[in-house]
């Protein structure tokens, strides 16, 4: 089992930045996809961003540019860095991490809500 808790949402202007944290515990030594996706009202899940085993990270077209996905593998920790934010960013984000057998793991989710 993966246990995933992220942290780092909250307010912010358009053109703001915030850094999403994602801390893994558990069963993660067989991990081989680790990212984030977003759900805004009224609208399915949807991928913000992977990155892999081998660090070689993916984004979805609407975050090229803006958004970097990044690890820290000696804290366990999957962080999402969003810069030039835009109303349209505003979700509820989710870490994710899929297993070598294909288990999914989600966290909890946490609020970005960006609004002048």
């Known amino acids: 089992q993966v246990q995933l808790v992220e942290s780092g949402g909250g307010l912010v202007q358009p053109g703001g930045s915030l850094r999403l944290s994602c801390v893994a515990s558990?069963?993660?030594?067989?991990?081989?996809?680790r990212g984030w996706y977003r759900q805004a009202p009224g609208k399915q899940r949807e991928l913000v961003a992977t990155?892999?085993?081998?660090?070689?990270?993916n984004y979805a077209d609407a975050v090229k540019g803006r958004f970097t996905i990044s690890r820290d593998n000696t804290k366990n920790t999957v962080y999402l860095q969003m810069n030039s934010l835009k109303a349209e960013d505003t979700a509820v984000y989710y870490c994710?991490?899929?297993?070598?057998?294909?288990?999914?793991?989600w966290g909890q989710g946490t609020q970005v809500t960006v609004s002048s």
């Open positions: 994710y991490y899929r297993h070598v057998t294909g288990d999914e793991y």
């Open positions: 990155i892999t085993r081998g660090n070689s990270p």
């Open positions: 558990g069963s993660i030594f067989a991990i081989n996809i």
